[in-house]
Structures are given as C-alpha cells and as structure tokens.
C-alpha cells in the first residue's frame, strides 16, 4: 500500500491592487514564513533587531512541528494570523510594502491559475 503524500493546506487570498484589479493567489503557511524572515533581513532596524521598540514589521507565529491529526485544527488557527500579517504587511511605510519581496509574495504565479483540487 502507498501511503498519500503529507497533506497541507494552502491559504486562498484575494489579492486588490491600486489599479483595484483583483486576483486569488493560494499560499503555504511555509511561503509567509518565508516572506517573513526575507523581510527580516533586509530590513534589520525595522525588524526590531538592534531595538525591539523599533519593530515595525509585523509578527508571524513561527512553524510548529505537530502529529497528522493537527494539521487541519493548527491550519485553521492560522486564517486570523495570516489576515492580521497581511493587513499589517500592506500598511507598512513604501519601501517596505512596495519592495520586490512583498511583489513577488502577491503576485499570481502560474500555479496559481491552476489552482489545488481539495
């Protein structure tokens, strides 16, 4: 027997630009993580790292390790994190919410117009 490959979850986000065009990109927890240490480290003064009381940039949960059975009920327990980190992450003074990394997270990527079945 084969066993299914491990499953994850991605996030659906409606993505308005300020030509008000809209598109839905689907991400990996992973990928905001991702996007999240990316900004860390280009921006160290804005990411608290000489003075926490100068952190800008806004707090993601880090990933977690957690049995099979977990991964929907940690999933769902993320959509409010997510929505705040998004909302933030777009607030933020233009060299950080209009710089490449922030683009490219939002931007639609081929898988993204073929979208995951479940």
Same mark, same amino acid.
């Given at each position: 027997k %084969? %066993?299914?490959?491990? *499953?994850h979850y991605v996030y659906i986000i409606n993505v308005t630009w300020s030509d008000l065009t809209s598109q839905i990109i689907y991400r990996r927890y992973s990928k905001f993580f991702d996007l999240q240490m990316q900004l860390l480290d280009k921006f160290p003064i804005e990411g608290g790292q000489k003075d926490p009381k100068q952190r800008i940039i806004p707090f993601l949960p880090g990933k977690i390790l957690f049995r099979r059975s977990h991964v929907r009920d940690v999933a769902v327990k %993320?959509? *409010?994190p997510i929505d705040e980190y998004c909302r933030a992450l777009v607030r933020l003074p233009p060299h950080i919410s209009q710089c490449d990394e922030v683009f490219r997270f939002f931007e639609a990527r081929p898988e993204d117009l073929n979208p995951p079945k479940e």
């Open positions: %084969r %066993r299914n490959p491990s *499953k %993320r959509l *409010k």
